[in-house]
């Protein structure tokens, strides 16, 4: 395994352009000698997708990213969120744009992220004002926010008041495994927020109240299996804690942001690629998340998903911003492609509800 010269001068800048241009750089092979991956819409071309073009069936989901501010620093964070992106905030303006478009358009459901949305001042207002619009809310919230400070720990019942979905993270049902990735302390909070979580009916069987955990691995393999993944996580966390939840999804660990940075130091990014190119799965191709999707910056720019808004990856329609938004250009739309979409298709492939082939 070998890695060009070029990487042991190039390294990632926190100005936004420097970032994306250097990530862009290795995907695109300018930077990685040995990342000898063909183009991901040529594979796709390859498998019956015509010219290479993927596109969208009908937008369904409207993913909001509030901000990259965040309680926590973790490893693989594809967001680089932390506590030091307090800039990076969606405002009030830009709140009142994407409520403006969900009056007007039928998209049922909200799909709210950050970093921690929850820090973003402005969070529990725009879920009310969603769910007076008859929306799906989903809140994907990383636990310890709940129990890091005395103001969030009413989240539990905000939550089950508006009827919120929560989707969270959680590594592994083991301390040290999911420390490694999130930092110390970060699983122990996680049960305690799980807990108080449960007691307001969150994944309880007679309850119409949902919490979903994401698993990511924490190192350069593939998921495995999401159902046994599923069994295994509710089995165990029955047992210790007596913790319950709805579902578990498995995602594919995407090589963008920090992932790419461990990938790099590593000396594993070309093997992990090529496992990526190697799992290419055909069948996950139509139900990517990109195809029902659009993601919102937090300074109101649209994207066809989170990992290319994290890229700086436009969508190609005419308007790439909420003030210009038009779903009928939208829906028509060629998707934007690069290599990371590898990590969204390889085996059983992988979105944001986990994954999304048999």
Known sequence: MSVHPRTQT??????????????????????????????????????????????????????????????????HCHVDAGPDRKRENMSKETFELCLDILRRYDIPTVDITGGAPEMNPHFRWFVEQCRQLGKHVMDRCNLTIIVSHERYRDLPHFFAQHGVEVVSSLPH???????????????EASIEALRLLNDVGYGQPDSNLKINLVYNPTGTFLPGNQEALEREFKAQLQRKYGIVFNRLYAITNMPISRFLDYLLES????????????????????GVMCRNTISVSWDGYLYDCDFNQMLDLKVSAPGKHLQDFDLEALEQRAIVLNQHCYGCTAGAGSSCGGQVAV
Do not use: W
């Open 10 to 75: 190039l390294t990632r800048r926190h100005s936004p352009l420097a970032d994306t241009f250097f990530q862009l750089k290795v995907l695109n092979g300018e930077a990685v000698a040995d990342a000898k991956v063909p183009p991901f819409a040529e594979t796709i071309r390859h498998a019956g997708f015509e010219g290479g073009i993927l596109r969208p069936t009908r937008i369904e989901i409207f993913q909001v990213n509030v901000g990259k501010l965040c309680n926590q620093t973790c490893a």
């Open 173 to 187: 049902y083991s301390a040290r495994r999911t420390d490694s990735q999130r930092g110390d302390g970060v699983f």
């Open 267 to 286: 000396g594993q990014y070309e093997t992990y690629m090529q496992t990526l190119l190697d799992a290419f799965n055909p069948a996950a191709v139509a």
